[in-house]
């Protein structure tokens, strides 16, 4: 009977946490699509000011009747070695207008979990990093975020159980030494 009484704190305590932690996971991955949002929209406007940029590139090349790729060619073969890092630079600017153009235009085309994988696959690190020093928590509840606060449920608590059932064998281990 005393035993009982004892162990009662404890049950009550483990399923409050079992319910906090399952809450957590649900809160955690309910903000994927808040930030796969926010992420493409940064990844947009990466890509406009690359536009922009480009089209600069288009003109000047145009002007001397040129294709953007035949005036960066000139800027690398110069024995100018200014010219040179201006055709490197604008060669990298290129490549990457065409590198995160494709990621937003597969981001922007994918739904459900597979954006998830489409992100996981194309991310840019350092728009990613920003975006997510600048992220906003929000929740919008849609069928997405349900799947997502289920995802969490699940991952959340498979953990916790984990945990728990490891923290318990090592109790029990400690517990047969004595």
Request: zero cysteines; hydrophobic letters at 50%.
């Given at each position: 009977?005393?035993?009982?009484?004892?162990?009662?704190?404890?049950?009550?305590?483990?399923?409050?946490?079992?319910?906090?932690?399952?809450?957590?996971?649900?809160?955690?991955?309910?903000?994927?699509?808040?930030?796969?949002?926010?992420?493409?929209?940064?990844?947009?406007?990466?890509?406009?000011?690359?536009?922009?940029?480009?089209?600069?590139?288009?003109?000047?090349?145009?002007?001397?009747?040129?294709?953007?790729?035949?005036?960066?060619?000139?800027?690398?073969?110069?024995?100018?070695?200014?010219?040179?890092?201006?055709?490197?630079?604008?060669?990298?600017?290129?490549?990457?207008?065409?590198?995160?153009?494709?990621?937003?235009?597969?981001?922007?085309?994918?739904?459900?979990?597979?954006?998830?994988?489409?992100?996981?696959?194309?991310?840019?690190?350092?728009?990613?990093?920003?975006?997510?020093?600048?992220?906003?928590?929000?929740?919008?509840?849609?069928?997405?975020?349900?799947?997502?606060?289920?995802?969490g449920i699940i991952f959340f608590?498979?953990?916790?159980?984990?945990?728990?059932?490891?923290?318990?064998?090592?109790?029990?281990?400690?517990?047969?030494?004595?």
């Amino acid at each position: 009977m005393i035993s009982r009484i004892l162990k009662f704190p404890a049950l009550f305590f483990e399923s409050i946490l079992d319910r906090a932690v399952s809450v957590t996971g649900a809160l955690i991955f309910m903000q994927i699509p808040a930030f796969l949002v926010q992420y493409q929209q940064r990844l947009g406007g990466h890509v406009d000011e690359l536009s922009r940029l480009i089209k600069k590139y288009a003109i000047a090349a145009a002007e001397n009747g040129r294709t953007v790729e035949e005036y960066i060619g000139l800027h690398l073969k110069s024995e100018v070695k200014e010219f040179i890092s201006t055709g490197k630079i604008m060669s990298e600017n290129l490549e990457k207008f065409n590198d995160i153009s494709e990621a937003l235009k597969n981001l922007s085309q994918s739904k459900g979990i597979i954006k998830l994988y489409v992100f996981i696959r194309d991310v840019e690190y350092d728009i990613f990093k920003a975006a997510l020093k600048n992220f906003v928590p929000g929740i919008s509840f849609n069928y997405e975020t349900i799947f997502y606060a289920i995802a969490g449920i699940i991952f959340f608590m498979i953990l916790y159980f984990i945990i728990k059932k490891s923290l318990l064998l090592v109790l029990n281990k400690i517990k047969f030494k004595k």
